[in-house]
Antibody
């Protein structure tokens, strides 16, 4: 099982960015895939989840601005981030759970998003 | 929204026992998962479902959960255990995951 995030970088406030999480060793379509972020020096913050059935949920802090999705043919998870704010600056991790409401045994190494002018 | 409260820091001497708490309203009715995170690394699951130890996690790591407090216990603490530890629960009322603020374990 491997998760590899990409797409992070420096972006101006109000801008958009799409993160990717390429999975191998399992199918994203049959898993519960999450995005978790960590601001510099801060704790973990859950961002979003997509269920195997396709249902999606978001933290209140990103609802309406972020969209989680997946491409089953590419076995890849995405996070489209719009209207970015300085407080969105964080390391973004994708994480896999094998059951609904289950723990996250599998994590990627993260991709850094910096929102700054 | 559901809130998890952890002490910012815990210090312990090598060979002693470290106890890291995670407080939440009736947390004993929820399943608690614990993660270890070392600087520059992704989190690692060390305890799932209150007290289950994933494969590869030393027996020195254990967990309990009752009432309003869940506890991660690390016995015979080693220098390599120095890390941030975070608790996690699923809030079924909002379909949200919740993490505690994290506790930095310092080995003296």
């Amino acid at each position: 099982v491997q998760l590899v995030e990409s797409g992070g970088g420096l972006i101006q406030p109000g801008g958009s960015l799409r993160l990717s999480c390429a999975a191998s060793g399992f199918s994203v379509s049959s898993s519960y895939m999450n995005w978790v972020r960590q601001a510099p020096g801060e704790g973990l913050e859950w961002v979003s989840v997509i269920y195997s059935g396709g249902s999606t949920y978001y933290a209140d802090s990103v609802k309406g601005r972020f969209t989680i999705s997946r491409d089953n043919s590419k076995n890849t998870l995405y996070l489209q981030m719009n209207s970015l704010k300085a407080e969105d600056t964080a390391m973004f991790y994708c994480a896999r759970s094998v059951v609904v409401a289950g723990p996250f045994p599998f994590w990627g190494q993260g991709t850094l998003v910096t929102v700054s002018s | 929204s559901y809130v998890l409260t952890q002490p910012p820091s815990v210090s312990v001497a090598p060979g002693e026992t470290a106890r890291i708490t995670c407080g939440g309203n009736n947390i004993g009715s929820k399943s608690v998962h614990w993660y270890q995170q070392k600087p520059g690394q992704a989190p690692v699951l060390v305890i799932s479902y209150d007290s289950d130890r994933p494969s590869g996690i030393p027996e020195r790591f254990s967990g309990s959960n009752s009432g309003n407090t869940a506890t991660l216990t690390i016995s015979r603490v080693e220098a390599g255990d120095e890390a941030d530890y975070s608790c996690q629960v699923w809030d079924s009322s909002s379909d949200h995951w919740v993490f505690g603020g994290g506790t930095k374990l310092t080995v003296l």
